[in-house]
């Protein structure tokens, strides 16, 4: 009785079509469902997504769960989580590439998830980290914890004067530190983020952990520019 006001009220609709959704539907309708892009990547063992970072940072395994394409269906799915508020999708994506990669040879031995972190300033703006659910529905896959006391963003205005013009130059770009390095030390980590486009955001994530004791990265991610 309850269930059926609350649907009459705030009813259940596909996060990518806005069509109502059946009982048995939950986050996206079944026709949207088959209609998301999957890339397989993971499960065909494509280097597709390590190939994008080939000469700029070592990764072990790399992979996205969907293709984006501009106007396309993922990129309708990646503005309500990013900007309407609707977190869940997270929740859907992580579970459902969760469960494909925890019977992979390849992700045997992860033994933390990190998602790139955001800036405190754009948390508390947003709420939430877009990637936080994401990254949770993984690790409970995995049977691990996500991680999120290592990596952090830093602001880099305060320090820019003392800086040289490249490194000014650079401060455009998304600055990303470490703390309780000791913490990932002979550790296989799962990086994870939204979308892969250049892979800027991933490198600069990457190379800083890369910092720590004998550390392996792998990356998987809600999607990838193609
Ligand atoms: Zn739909």
């Given at each position: 009785m309850f269930q059926n006001l609350v649907n009459i009220f705030f009813p259940k609709v596909?996060?990518?079509?806005n069509n109502g959704l059946a009982d048995?539907?939950?986050?996206?309708?079944t026709n949207c469902r088959h209609n998301l892009p999957v890339t397989n990547y993971h499960l065909e063992k494509s280097d597709q997504v390590k190939k994008v970072f080939y000469g700029r940072v070592k990764l072990e395994n790399a992979t996205a769960l969907l293709r984006f394409q501009k106007k396309g269906i993922v990129q309708h799915l990646m503005h309500n989580l990013k900007y309407?508020?609707?977190?869940?999708i997270g929740t859907f994506l992580g579970a459902w590439l969760g469960e494909e990669l925890k019977n992979l040879y390849d992700y045997r031995d992860i033994d933390l998830v990190i998602p790139v972190p955001l800036h405190k300033r754009k948390l508390r703006k947003?709420?939430?980290?877009?990637v936080a659910l994401f990254s949770e529905e993984i690790a409970k896959s995995l049977n691990i914890k996500p991680t999120e006391s290592v990596l952090i963003k830093v602001n880099?205005?305060?320090?820019?004067?003392?800086?040289?013009r490249l490194s000014r130059w650079n401060t455009s770009k998304e600055i990303f530190a470490t703390q309780n390095l000791e913490l990932i030390h002979n550790k296989h980590i799962l990086l994870v983020d939204d979308i892969i486009t250049t892979g800027a955001t991933i490198e600069a994530c990457a190379n800083q952990l890369l910092q720590a004791k004998n550390v392996k990265i792998s990356i998987a991610t809600m999607a990838m520019v193609e």
């Amino acid at each position: 009785m309850f269930q059926n006001l609350v649907n009459i009220f705030f009813p259940k609709v596909c996060l990518s079509c806005n069509n109502g959704l059946a009982d048995n539907e939950i986050y996206v309708c079944t026709n949207c469902r088959h209609n998301l892009p999957v890339t397989n990547y993971h499960l065909e063992k494509s280097d597709q997504v390590k190939k994008v970072f080939y000469g700029r940072v070592k990764l072990e395994n790399a992979t996205a769960l969907l293709r984006f394409q501009k106007k396309g269906i993922v990129q309708h799915l990646m503005h309500n989580l990013k900007y309407k508020g609707h977190e869940e999708i997270g929740t859907f994506l992580g579970a459902w590439l969760g469960e494909e990669l925890k019977n992979l040879y390849d992700y045997r031995d992860i033994d933390l998830v990190i998602p790139v972190p955001l800036h405190k300033r754009k948390l508390r703006k947003r709420g939430y980290n877009q990637v936080a659910l994401f990254s949770e529905e993984i690790a409970k896959s995995l049977n691990i914890k996500p991680t999120e006391s290592v990596l952090i963003k830093v602001n880099d205005t305060t320090s820019q004067v003392n800086k040289s013009r490249l490194s000014r130059w650079n401060t455009s770009k998304e600055i990303f530190a470490t703390q309780n390095l000791e913490l990932i030390h002979n550790k296989h980590i799962l990086l994870v983020d939204d979308i892969i486009t250049t892979g800027a955001t991933i490198e600069a994530c990457a190379n800083q952990l890369l910092q720590a004791k004998n550390v392996k990265i792998s990356i998987a991610t809600m999607a990838m520019v193609e």
